[in-house]
């Protein structure tokens, strides 16, 4: 157990290093010309009266400069968030090892960090798609958080209730049947779940091509946090395997 | 007799970890990445707990970047 959760943490770190790498070369650019935009005051009008600006400053002004928020800021942002991930990705294979079908570890390993990664990253993603500075109104930052974290919640409620699902199928169906009828639950959930939360339209005159490359950004970086988390944690199973101790016995790395 | 080698299988089935040896640990690192991920994607932003504008600064590009609203 120990061993498992120090794997899955190393996995996290050196995913947030990775991330960290994916979304300075990648989303730092279009995060920039959001920046410049929103600047301009051309961005959403309710955004930028003077004391708005004051108050959420990203340009020379601000409290944190922006050289830091793009590099130390968003190395600690990225490292936090895979360490999270590695730390619970870990605890999860913990509980899913010889209870999900016929898998072995490292099977276990990519099917828990790809339900993960769907549930986590992949369903909210397309549900509330990530914004630039100068897109969203600061009057609905308040019910756009509480979607989107109800949103999280409401995913892993539902792998919950697609793993029962498969689970009460037993011997009725094969491995391949129970993961069918998981997965379609799972999507039938999550479709009316998208359906009953709020949709916002905020984006106001912003220039849709920023927005495209700054999505796949964000999209870049938490496919190479995930990827990574489960590629090494991967990895550093097939190492167990080939020690005479068990995954749960303390091996020495 | 009942000697079945799996000659086919890539890895063998194996046997589950206690449940009540995760649950401490579960519950230690549960709370500890919920306050990780609160301060990295909503603090003083939705919700302050410290006042002013440094965390929500500090951490600004990361959080757009991973996909937390923002502003």
């Given at each position: 157990?120990?061993?498992?959760?120090?794997?899955?943490?190393?996995?996290?770190?050196?995913?947030?290093?990775?991330?960290?790498?994916?979304?300075?070369?990648?989303?730092?650019?279009?995060?920039?010309?959001?920046?410049?935009?929103?600047?301009?005051?051309?961005?959403?009008?309710?955004?930028?009266?003077?004391?708005?600006?004051?108050?959420?400053?990203?340009?020379?002004?601000?409290?944190?400069?922006?050289?830091?928020?793009?590099?130390?800021?968003?190395?600690?942002?990225?490292?936090?968030?895979?360490?999270?991930?590695?730390?619970?990705?870990?605890?999860?294979?913990?509980?899913?090892?010889?209870?999900?079908?016929?898998?072995?570890?490292?099977?276990?390993?990519?099917?828990?960090?790809?339900?993960?990664?769907?549930?986590?990253?992949?369903?909210?993603?397309?549900?509330?798609?990530?914004?630039?500075?100068?897109?969203?109104?600061?009057?609905?930052?308040?019910?756009?958080?509480?979607?989107?974290?109800?949103?999280?919640?409401?995913?892993?409620?539902?792998?919950?209730?697609?793993?029962?699902?498969?689970?009460?199928?037993?011997?009725?169906?094969?491995?391949?049947?129970?993961?069918?009828?998981?997965?379609?639950t799972y999507v039938v959930l999550m479709l009316a779940v998208a359906a009953v939360l709020p949709s916002y339209d905020e984006l106001g005159d912003f220039p849709a091509s920023t927005l495209w490359s700054?999505?796949?950004?964000?999209?870049?970086?938490?496919?190479?946090?995930?990827?990574?988390?489960?590629?090494?944690?991967?990895?550093?199973?097939?190492?167990?395997?080939?020690?005479?101790?068990?995954?749960?016995?303390?091996?020495?790395? | 007799?009942?000697?079945?080698?799996?000659?086919?299988?890539?890895?063998?089935?194996?046997?589950?970890?206690?449940?009540?040896?995760?649950?401490?640990?579960?519950?230690?690192?549960?709370?500890?990445?919920?306050?990780?991920?609160?301060?990295?994607?909503?603090?003083?932003?939705?919700?302050?707990?410290?006042?002013?504008?440094?965390?929500?600064?500090?951490?600004?590009?990361?959080?757009?970047?991973?996909?937390?609203?923002?502003?």
């Open positions: 157990m120990r061993t498992l959760l120090i794997r899955g943490l190393l996995a996290g770190l050196l995913a947030g290093l990775a991330a960290f790498g994916v979304a300075y070369l990648v989303g730092e650019p279009s995060l920039r010309t959001a920046i410049a935009y929103e600047e301009t005051g051309t961005a959403a009008d309710h955004h930028h009266d003077e004391a708005a600006t004051s108050e959420h400053a990203h340009g020379e002004e601000a409290e944190v400069s922006r050289t830091v928020q793009s590099t130390w800021g968003l190395l600690t942002g990225t490292l936090a968030i895979g360490l999270a991930v590695g730390g619970i990705v870990a605890l999860a294979l913990a509980l899913a090892i010889g209870r999900i079908g016929p898998l072995g570890e490292r099977g276990t390993a990519a099917l828990v960090v790809g339900i993960g990664f769907v549930a986590v990253v992949l369903v909210p993603f397309l549900t509330y798609p990530p914004n630039p500075p100068a897109v969203g109104d600061p009057d609905t930052i308040g019910t756009r958080t509480a979607a989107y974290f109800g949103l999280l919640l409401a995913s892993l409620v539902a792998v919950g209730v697609a793993g029962s699902v498969a689970r009460s199928l037993g011997g009725r169906t094969d491995a391949w049947g129970r993961a069918g009828a998981a997965a379609l700054f999505r796949l950004g964000s999209l870049a970086t938490l496919t190479t946090l995930w990827g990574v988390v489960g590629l090494t944690l991967v990895a550093s199973l097939a190492r167990i395997r080939t020690t005479p101790a068990r995954a749960g016995a303390g091996s020495p790395a | 007799m009942s000697a079945i080698t799996a000659p086919a299988a890539i890895e063998s089935t194996p046997t589950p970890i206690p449940v009540s040896q995760v649950l401490p640990w579960a519950f230690l690192l549960g709370l500890l990445a919920i306050v990780t991920v609160y301060f990295v994607g909503a603090e003083q932003g939705a919700v302050s707990l410290l006042s002013g504008t440094g965390v929500h600064e500090f951490v600004h590009d990361g959080r757009h970047l991973l996909g937390f609203p923002c502003h």
